[in-house]
């Protein structure tokens, strides 16, 4: 298992949380996740067992707002 607990930050100083599984130098794939979730669905065995065996990283980004993501207000639209 690779590192739940990474963040990433913005050129406007906001984080992006997010988690990896799998392979550390396979084809990276991002997990976007809907409401409700979290970065951490990559982490559940499944979704482990299946990066290792498919031999790719399984990136999980937060949305604004969630676990370490910096949140960020809308535009209003």
Known sequence: ML???LHIEL???SDVGHA?????????VLHLHGTPGSRL?????AA???AEEL???????GRPGMGLSTFRRGSGL
Do not use: N
Not at 41 to 45: F, G, K, L, Q, W
């Open 3 to 5: 590192r739940s607990d």
């Open 11 to 13: 050129a406007d100083s």
């Open 20 to 28: 990896e599984v799998g392979d550390r130098d396979g084809h990276p």
């Open 41 to 45: 669905e990559v982490c559940i065995p």
């Open 48 to 50: 482990r067992r299946a």
């Open 55 to 61: 031999g790719v990283r399984l990136i999980g980004l």
